[in-house]
């Protein structure tokens, strides 16, 4: 009796573990189509789609089906998703999360807080409506996906652009060994850069002709590397390798989300 | 050697507040303070939705007055609520927000049933939009409650554990805040009666 009352503690603590993986999947990309209900070949043009669209306005839209809520209030569940993915870029908030329970027949359309200023609750409320609802009930589900995303896309291009350095291609090519060099050695670099021009120009101040073929030679085996872009693309780089491990191309970039957005049944 | 003397001392206090929960304290006040600022801009944005909302359900729903003066009344009252700086440390002025909240939110839902007698004005396009808006403000608020929560047990608990609760106690005097509550009956839908 003391063991089974024992061992069911344990039980219990592991408990919310279980209960938090089994709520939120992991994300395997652009589309996630947990409850079945896009073919292969809408999910891949859908995910090739998304893409392209983070690469020029930075703005990331992320699909998820799920066969059904469990019970949950949709709303809980798609802002627990949509912050657990951390869709959109920081600072731009601008993520939009486009989730569909198969068995509620509802789905939800959440929206950053970057984006809330053109895709309105309105505009979300309508594309539900309007673009995706009459399409699910004839039960063409691809064609509710493809023309809901158009229009999420044609709602919010322009918001927001890519910066010079593109979310999906973090290893610039300003950024050789970045992904091996840890950042105290980064420093020591920079450290060397820094003792090594000053004592070029101490030496040059004093014999001229000498200096600056000694400066020619060592200086080839350096990289050419401007030092404000170092961290950055550091940190980049990193979380690109995690996201490759989970597959799709696809990784959160820390946006935020305020609850707006709107909701639909079918 | 006294100047000296001086700036060590300066530097232990420094040291001494920093360990102590000082900064802390303060930083968890101000993100109460700012999800505050949310809450009190989702029910501001409900607010402002509701004269347009009143106006479209009016045309259809003639026989609806009380209903609709009700949610009238109650908007009315929630611009009386006087929201001063201090309704975070006040317990009793930060019921009397919630109350008047509250008592928006049951007639809101409360018209809300009574519209799904005219099938006119569900299918009418201005009031699903209405109806959009306030679902998303309705979320919104929802949101912003549960994160303003969260900072306030953060806060809470950084004021009573050791050593912060000695240095609120002798230097801060910070209060704890009040947490949102669920509305008494908030757990029944609201009924349908024809």
């Not at chain 1, 509620?104 to 809330?116: F, S």
């Not at chain 2, 929201?83 to 008047?100: C, R, T």
């Given at each position: 009796m003391k063991k089974a009352s024992a061992s069911f503690f344990v039980l219990l603590l592991?408990?919310?573990?279980?209960?938090?993986?089994?709520?939120?999947?992991?994300?395997?990309?652009?589309?996630?189509?947990?409850?079945?209900?896009?073919?292969?070949?809408?999910?891949?043009?859908?995910?090739?789609?998304?893409?392209?669209?983070?690469?020029?306005?930075?703005?990331?839209?992320?699909?998820?089906?799920?066969?059904?809520?469990?019970?949950?209030?949709?709303?809980?569940?798609?802002?627990?998703?949509?912050?657990?993915?951390?869709?959109?870029?920081?600072?731009?908030?601008?993520?939009?999360?486009?989730?569909?329970?198969?068995?509620?027949?509802?789905?939800?359309?959440?929206?950053?807080?970057?984006?809330?200023?053109?895709l309105t609750d309105l505009t979300a409320g309508r594309i539900i409506d309007l673009v995706v609802k009459p399409r699910f009930k004839a039960e063409d589900y691809d064609g509710g996906f493809i023309a809901g995303v158009s229009a999420l896309i044609d709602a919010t291009r322009g918001e927001f652009t890519a910066d010079r350095r593109t979310p999906s291609g973090g290893q610039g090519p300003y950024v050789p060994f970045a992904g091996e060099m840890p950042s105290w050695f980064a420093f020591l670099m920079l450290m060397g850069f820094f003792a090594f021009f000053a004592a070029v120009a101490r030496s040059r101040a004093r014999h001229n002709r000498l200096s600056r073929r000694g400066l020619r030679r060592s200086g080839r085996g350096y990289p050419p590397y401007p030092g404000g872009y170092y961290g950055e693309g550091w940190s980049t780089r990193e979380e690109k390798d995690s996201d490759v491990d989970s597959g799709g191309g696809f990784s959160g970039g820390g946006g935020s989300f305020g609850g707006g957005g709107a909701s639909g049944s079918w | 050697m006294k100047k000296l003397l001086r700036y060590?001392?300066?530097?232990?206090?420094?040291?001494?507040?920093?360990?102590?929960?000082?900064?802390?304290?303060?930083?968890?006040?101000?993100?109460?303070?700012?999800?505050?600022?949310?809450?009190?801009?989702?029910?501001?944005?409900?607010?402002?939705?509701?004269?347009?909302?009143?106006?479209?359900?009016?045309?259809?729903?003639?026989?609806?007055?009380?209903?609709?003066?009700?949610?009238?009344?109650?908007?009315?009252?929630?611009?009386?609520?006087?929201?001063?700086?201090?309704?975070?440390?006040?317990?009793?002025?930060?019921?009397?927000?919630?109350?008047?909240?509250?008592?928006?939110?049951?007639?809101?839902?409360?018209?809300?049933?009574?519209?799904e007698k005219y099938p006119d004005l569900k299918a009418n396009q201005n009031f699903m939009d209405l109806q959009h808006q306030l679902e998303g403000t309705e979320n919104r608020i929802n949101v912003a409650r549960t994160r303003y929560n969260k900072t306030v047990e953060t806060f809470n608990a950084s004021i009573r554990t050791f050593p912060n609760n000695l240095t609120n106690k002798f230097l801060l005097h910070l209060k704890p805040k009040e947490p949102f509550k669920a509305a008494p009956g908030a757990e029944k839908a609201p009924q349908v009666t024809f």
């Open positions: 592991f408990l919310p573990f279980a209960v938090e993986a089994a709520n939120i999947p992991a994300p395997r990309g652009y589309v996630n189509d947990y409850g079945n209900m896009i073919s292969s070949s809408t999910e891949a043009d859908l995910a090739t789609k998304l893409k392209t669209f983070e690469e020029t306005d930075s703005t990331q839209l992320v699909v998820l089906t799920v066969p059904s809520l469990e019970g949950e209030p949709l709303e809980d569940y798609s802002i627990k998703v949509a912050e657990a993915w951390k869709i959109g870029q920081k600072g731009k908030d601008n993520g939009i999360l486009f989730l569909v329970s198969r068995e509620d027949r509802k789905m939800r359309i959440e929206v950053g807080r970057g984006l809330e200023g053109k | 060590v001392a300066s530097g232990m206090i420094l040291f001494m507040l920093s360990g102590c929960g000082y900064n802390v304290m303060q930083q968890n006040e101000e993100a109460v303070k700012a999800a505050w600022g949310d809450v009190e801009a989702t029910y501001q944005r409900r607010s402002d939705l509701i004269p347009n909302l009143v106006e479209t359900v009016k045309a259809y729903a003639k026989f609806e007055k009380d209903t609709l003066t009700q949610v009238t009344e109650a908007r009315a009252k929630v611009g009386t609520v006087q929201m001063s700086k201090d309704v975070l440390d006040d317990p009793k002025k930060f019921e009397e927000f919630q109350a008047a909240q509250n008592s928006m939110s049951s007639a809101l839902s409360r018209l809300l049933v009574v519209v």
